[in-house]
């Protein structure tokens, strides 16, 4: 098998660089066969794995040789190709092979490679691949899985990768890692004999690199004999060798830090101290006191991802070693300084080998606990570093989950700070005041850690099968919230929990936040649980429950905030309207209510003053929806002047939103879904004077937004996490110089002309300024300075308070407007379910002015922050997708038919003085819905009794019809509309669109039928052309709709479209050359309506004569042609001169086919006369051209092409002085065409323009009397005398005998290089795309016939 010379230019495909010999065996080899080792090198994965799997399936259903010997070639070859990904590709595919064909010899293919790229007769510029490709193989030879059963070419492998270790600089540590994985699993003789060869008996050796140290370790385990005679008893872990382990584990953690991995040599160290009991001294000596010394990055992750891997090796003595140590301080400390983006990589590694160990010992729950807790330990002064929330926690089981439980409710109580691995960092230490030491902040901050802790835990846990864990966390938060213990009693177990420290009022308020949380966690879970939802009460009962049981026992406890009688009683009425909605619980609305009065009773807690009214006002709502029926409620609240009980439930509902909580806010949308059914106007105007955007801001209104930021504050304010103290104590310096330099120009924008005036005349009243006559020497005195200062230092200070108080001022503005904007998201969601629900209601009409004015102020606004967009986005999308597109809409519409007409006319006015058209779509979109809702359903009935052709209809009783059975009055509709119309088409900047009133006439056809005249006014009348342009566009679009044909008779139709034709071509023929985009516009239009027009004629088939129409086409042509050839507006000049086509066709004339001449043979006027005589690439050389044709005279084909030629693109007249390309002695074969296309229709050849005319120009050459007579020759053969526009019928009777099918069924010419192609370049003539040798020579036929 021979070779190529070059490795490094062994490309898979690169076939030219091999002998002669391979070439014919290559060609033998298929397409598919090649292609395997194409895919083979691609980067994706799983195409290599496809295309290694179809190689190896090829070459066992195909056996053979050859293709053996070429496919271990090519693989051999890829082993030390220049693209470095491709070479563990090939090395993969080549052990695959090796593993399916057992009987190809292991030592045969080493001496391959080895022979293919020779480390001796290598050069320096080809090492690099040659090295990396005798890795490769033996890689391969060892992946094969055939290596450690061939013992000589193990010996060779384990021999060249010894050679290959000695070339650090390319190879770095990996010959000695392949030694390593090809020795683990080598019997043990073999490996005692292969031993000697490569590990040498120095031990200065072995601590020289990671590899080494890491055979060694292989070594030990598995032939320690073996080992211990070459190198003797060695005690790796003795004082002298730890400083070379210590450096020998740096630079193992410097060559993985691009992996993000643990090094193996560091865990084989592990493990061997283990198995010596040596533990604690590598440990403390080697990581401990050798590593974190003086730590980078790299040696500190390392430590821990070792301490990670470490957790399921270690007993429980060694745990406790090791997460109570130096390690583990370091590690808390690396959590709480590390930058963000570091910290989110690293926890979720930790994560998994926590997860890993608490996976591993699911039997041990008393592992899983210890674990846990030694997790839990290492705080930053109090605070855990670890994250509250902990997905590891959902591999504990039951009982270790209790356990750790358990221990969590006893730190919070009694708080065990010994037990504690507290640490401070850098910072904190050189910066923290001393008097926050103290154990009251700490078990602050550790109490809080401990609650949000207990509450996320809930999130991992399965209701049913951990019931009681949830029951525990929930009475726990529940109890130390809202009551204190006054006596033990063993009915309540959490009277029996005593306090080491003190619960203050700041642990209260996380406590409530955290069971409020709590609560919603439950909720999600609840409902998420359907099977325990039927069975079981909800939590929020549950609770109310155990909190009825507390209150009942006022000896044993007693609330924090006890309750007045008001607010007792309102609790025990509560209860009895709980126990009546319970025995209507097969009601959804009863259940609803039923959660809505359990949340608000438990807020009663939290807020008693608030809760106690809302309360109250619940129950009696509640109780008059469950009495009433929805009518005559309505009809006593015309009659009674107190509020409607869904007004007042409106109202609470509205307060209640006004709460910062995400579960408040999904039970109010629960509950006025219920009741949105019974809603009055005046409920609906509570709602809409919310979403009221020009409410004034500092109005007082009946609900008052509340925001948690002082729990926000409590949990963030002054007990920051150590994170957070120590960024802003490493940024404060940096940030220093630019806090003075902004404090400095915010004071310059806030001084104003008032504190100018008072500094003038401090100045002046000290004589600081001094005066003209004083001299300049004379100085002010000690005592007058000190006043002087005293004076400006007070002026000053007043100065900086109004500048404090105005920023004050201006950040509570922007707070209450954020918290208003919070809220209209919140209350939008009211609009939503109303809609959504029920889409029916008439009360749905007062919505779509109000949500439209949102639309308009926001968008006005052009807020940028992003709860502004937020808002702006809600409002449109409930708008145009809930309301406007809604399915159903309000059919009693009788009372209100005449408000909603002047709703109609006020929103299409509306619409049109708009200065935006998003905003002025939006309000015409809402004309259009209340079209609709006026029209009512009766659209549906005509629709399927309506006749499409017209002919057995009457429009004008259908029309009365509509009238009389919809309460849509078409004439003012009409009038409101033809105003916009007009608007549309004579104002210069109009907010109005054409996709507006299209909209308009698809969905009301009878509407567009009576705006038709004002489109034919404005199309023929003195408008702007882009309103002729909108107007034309429009008549178009509306012709095409089959609704619009319905509501015409017959004659009516017919009279229309010729109005139309008459029109179009009236305004035709006044147009001049576009000069500006919006003329152009407006050819491009008119042309559009008249091909639509010719479409209806001669679809249905009107008697409409379009002869006539013929001419003032025809006219156009010329200048059309002009505009194209000229590049006048390029991208629409094609269109409008097919558009003219298309028009000229659909009149019978045949569009002719362009000339294309070859640019290579046409010479541009600018070409000089040597370029032209040059030889162009391409070209056949003379001795390959044809010479048959030389010696013919006049034939038939040339007769044809000079036919041709006097039909150019646009019909051109055959012109004296038209250009002629230089010959190049060869003359180009023509075929010949029965009939032009324009022959066929009876266009003459005359009336085309031309655009290269008689006058010849310098560089034009003239033709020859030769040519000349040639031309005259061909006239005459052909008959190609100039006809008339429109020839007789005499005439066309042999132009029709032709098929018409030779002009329509050809296929354009192949770009392929064909010979005949080639030869017809110059001339190509129609005929060209004709196919067959029939064809042609019938052709000829004819034309030779006189």
Known sequence: MAEMKSPAKAEPASTAEAPQGDRRSLLEHSREFLDFFWDIAKPEQETRLRATEKLLEYLRTRPSDSEMKYALKRLITGLGVGREAARPCYSLALAQLLQSFEDISLCDILSQIQEKYSLQSANKAMMRPTLFANLFGVLALFQSGRLVKDKEALMKSVRLLKILSHHHNHLQGQPIKALVDILSQVPESMFQEILPKVLKGDMNVVLSSPKYLELFLLAQQRVPATLESLVGSVDLFSVDNIPSLVNILKVAANSVKKEHKLPDVALDLLRLALKENKFELFWKEVLEGGLLKSPSWTTSYMCFR??????????????????????????????????????????????????????????????????????????????????????????????????????????????????????????????????????????????????????????????????????????????????????????????????????????????????????????????????????EK????????????????????????????????????????????????????????????????????????????????????????????????????????EPVWVEVMVEILLSLLAQPSNLMRQVVRSVFGHICSHLTPRGLQLILAVLNPETHEDEDDNVVVTDDADEKQLKHGEDEDSDGEDNK??????????????????????????????????????????????????????????????????????????????????????????????????????????????????????????????????????????????????????????????????????????ALHAQVERLVQQAGSQADASVALYYFNASLYLLRVLKGNTTKKHQDGQNLQ???????????????????????????????????????????????????????????????????????????????????????????????????????WEQLISQLLGKATQTLQTLGEAQSKGEHQRELSILELLNTLFRTVNHEKL???????????????????????????????????????QAMRMLGVQRPKSEKKNAKDVPSDTQSPISTKRKKKGFLPETKKRKKLKSEGVTPEKNAASQ?????????????????????????????????????????????????????????????????????????????????????????????????????KKSPQSALPKKRARLSLVSRSPSLLQSGVRKRRAVRRRVQTP
């Open 306 to 535: 070792l301490l990670g891997a470490s957790l399921p090796l270690l007993s429980e003595e060694q745990l406790q070693l090791v997460m109570r140590g130096d390690l583990i301080r370091h590690f808390g400390e690396n959590m709480v300084i590390s930058k963000p983006q570091n910290l989110f990589k690293f926890i979720p590694e930790i994560s998994t080998y926590v997860g890993t160990f608490l996976e591993g010992c699911q039997d041990d729950p008393k592992r899983q606990f210890t674990m846990m807790v030694a997790f839990t330990t290492i705080t930053n002064q109090g605070l855990p570093v670890m994250p509250t929330f902990w997905r590891v926690t959902r591999f504990l089981n039951t009982e270790a989950l209790q356990s750790y439980v358990a221990w969590l409710r006893d730190m919070f109580l009694q708080p065990d700070l010994d037990s504690l691995v507290d640490f401070s960092t850098a910072n904190q230490k050189r910066t923290q005041d001393a008097s926050l030491n103290v154990p009251e902040r700490t078990v602050f901050r550790l109490r809080k850690w401990i609650i949000h802790r207990l509450v996320s835990l809930v999130d991992h846990l399965h209701l049913e099968k951990d019931d009681a864990v949830v029951e525990q966390i929930a009475r726990f938060c529940f109890f130390h919230a809202f009551f204190k213990t006054k006596k033990a009693t063993p009915q309540i177990p959490e009277t029996k929990q005593h306090f080491s420290f003190p619960l203050d009022d700041r642990n209260r308020g996380v406590i409530v936040s955290a069971f409020f949380s709590l609560l919603q966690t439950l909720n999600v879970k609840f409902r998420q649980t359907p099977d325990l939802a039927e069975n």
């Open 538 to 641: 909800p939590w929020t009962y549950r609770l109310v429950q155990l909190a009825d049981m507390l209150l009942n026992h006022n000896r044993n406890v007693t609330n924090v905030t006890p309750f007045t009688t008001q607010q007792r009683q309102a609790w025990d009425q509560m209860m009895s309207t709980l126990k009546e909605l319970e025995a209507r619980s097969s009601e959804t609305r009863a259940v609803a209510f039923q959660h809505l009065l359990l949340l608000v009773g438990l807020h009663l807690f939290k807020s008693p003053a608030e809760s106690c009214d809302v309360l109250g006002d619940i129950q009696t709502c509640i109780k008059k929806s469950m009495e009433q029926n929805p009518r005559r409620s309505r009809s006593r609240a015309k009659a009674s002047p």
């Open 729 to 898: 104590n490493s940024e404060s310096d940096v940030d220093s110089d630019d806090g003075e330099e902004s404090g400095e120009e915010d004071r310059d924008k806030d001084v104003d002309p008032g504190f100018r005036q008072q500094l003038m005349e401090v100045l002046q009243a000290g004589n600081a300024l001094g005066g003209v006559d004083e001299d300049e020497d004379e100085e002010l005195g000690d005592e007058a300075m000190m006043a002087l200062d005293q004076n400006l230092a007070s002026l000053f200070a007043e100065q900086k308070m109004r500048i404090q108080a105005r920023h004050e001022e201006k950040n509570k503005l922007e707070k209450e407007k954020k918290l208003r904007r919070d809220f209209q998201i919140r209350v939008l969601d009211l609009i939503e379910v109303l809609v959504s629900k029920q889409p029916e209601h008439p009360l749905i009409l007062e919505l779509l002015e109000p949500l439209l004015n949102m639309i308009q102020h926001s968008m006005r606004s052009r807020g940028s922050t992003k709860q502004e967009q937020d808002l702006l986005h809600k409002t449109a999308r409930i708008f145009m997708h809930h309301l406007c597109r809604a399915r159903r809409y309000c059919h009693e519409v009788e009372p209100c038919a005449e």
């Open 950 to 1052: 017209g002919a057995d209809t009457e429009p004008e009783p259908k029309d009365s019809e509509d009238q009389t059975a919809s309460c849509l009055n078409l004439d003012f509709v009409t009038r409101v509309y033809s105003a916009s119309l007009e608007s549309l088409l004579t104002k210069r900047n109009s907010p109005l669109t054409v996709p507006m009133f299209l909209s308009l006439f698809s969905r009301y056809p009878v509407i567009s039928k009576n705006l038709l005249p004002i489109l034919v006014q404005h199309m023929t009348g003195p408008s702007r052309p882009r309103h002729q342009a909108q107007a034309c566009l429009l008549l178009q679009k509306t012709l095409s709709a089959r609704e619009l044909r319905v509501c015409f008779e017959d004659p009516e």
């Open 1103 to 1141: 008697s409409v004569d379009l002869t006539a129409f013929l001419g003032v086409l025809q006219s156009r042509q010329q200048r059309l042609q002009q505009s194209l050839q000229q590049g006048n507006h390029s991208s629409g000049s094609n269109r409008l001169y097919d558009l003219y086509w």
């Open 1204 to 1304: 041709q030629d006097s039909v150019t693109e646009g019909a051109m007249p055959a012109a004296t002085g038209k250009d002629q390309p230089p010959s190049t002695g060869k003359k180009k074969r023509k075929r010949v065409k029965a009939s032009t296309p324009s022959q066929m229709n009876g266009i003459t050849v005359a009336k085309s323009p031309a655009p290269n005319n008689p006058t010849l120009s310098p560089s034009t050459p003239a033709k020859t009397p030769k040519l000349q007579k040639k031309k005259e020759k061909l006239s005459q053969v052909n008959g190609a005398t100039p006809v008339s526009p429109i020839e007789p019928e005499s005439k066309k009777q042999h132009q029709k005998t032709l098929s018409t099918k030779e002009v329509i």
